[in-house]
Nanobody
């Protein structure tokens, strides 16, 4: 299953970006989705996840109150709205999908997008 992430770019600190991740329609409805990121020279880390029904979401402490994950099932797309961006948010962002319940663990995910680069300048 191929996920297509988009929306990355360069922004100044305090700015906003919205990432999108489109999944195949046949798998999206029962798929919990997550966003992860890999900062330069660091390991991949959890950012946010949303349940397949959309009623539950969880966030990393570092992005709580600034980032919002949402899903649009008719468009089989998940979004990550990122506000009040900081230089430490600079990373390649990946979307991922898994059957069943949501998770903050990368190893639980079955499908991954190709990554989209977000660069935040100070």
């Amino acid at each position: 299953v191929q996920l297509q992430a988009s929306g990355g770019g360069s922004v100044e600190a305090g700015g906003s970006l919205r990432l999108s991740c489109k999944a195949p329609a046949r798998t999206f409805a029962r798929t919990s989705m997550g966003w992860f990121r890999q900062p330069p020279g660091k390991e991949r880390e959890f950012v946010a996840t949303i349940s397949w029904a959309g009623e539950t979401s969880r966030y990393a402490d570092s992005v709580k109150g600034r980032f919002t994950i949402s899903r649009d099932d008719p468009k089989h797309t998940v979004y990550l709205q990122m506000n009040s961006l900081r230089p430490e948010d600079t990373a390649v962002y990946y979307c991922a999908g898994k059957g069943g319940s949501y998770s903050s663990r990368a190893n639980d995910y079955d499908y991954w997008g190709q990554g989209t680069l977000v660069t935040v300048s100070s």
